[in-house]
């Protein structure tokens, strides 16, 4: 049960995490305060739940129960590769009202700022894992 408050937690971690590269990537990209990218946090947050914790949570199955993988690169890297694929998948959620966008969406700012929040999400989930697994280890 102490695992589960964990990685719940870890989830939790991960998105601020996240959000907090989210709004670097705006500071770094001088992304004027007025832009409406403050609108996509609730997008984002739906995302991040309904895709992206089970896609994390059944990766890391996958990779530490049935492969008995602990490699720590090789989960970062699956991690990161569902989250580019989420950040991908954006322009065809027209119900979150992204339907506007076209092909030039993959090169967009929108587009950088999603990779950075999912990309810094993956990486942080992927130390945390690491982090409860070998606690539970040594117990």
Not at 42 to 54: D, N, Q, R
Request: glycine fraction near 6%.
């Amino acid at each position: 049960m102490k695992r589960i408050w964990m990685y719940l937690l870890l989830f939790i971690i991960s998105y601020l995490v996240g959000y907090l590269c989210f709004n670097g990537a705006i500071t770094a990209m001088n992304i004027s305060e007025r832009s409406e990218y403050h609108l996509l946090h609730t997008g984002i947050t739906m995302f991040f739940i309904f895709m992206v914790v089970p896609a994390y949570s059944l990766a890391t199955y996958v990779l530490r129960s049935v492969m008995r993988s602990t490699l720590f690169w090789l989960q970062a890297v699956v991690l990161i590769i569902i989250g580019f694929f989420v950040s991908l998948l954006v322009p065809f959620y027209s119900g979150f009202g992204f339907g506007y966008l076209n092909a030039s969406y993959f090169s967009s700012e929108m587009a950088i700022l999603l990779y950075v929040f999912f990309i810094a999400s993956a990486i942080i989930f992927t130390l945390g894992t690491v982090i409860i697994e070998r606690t539970f280890q040594r117990d």
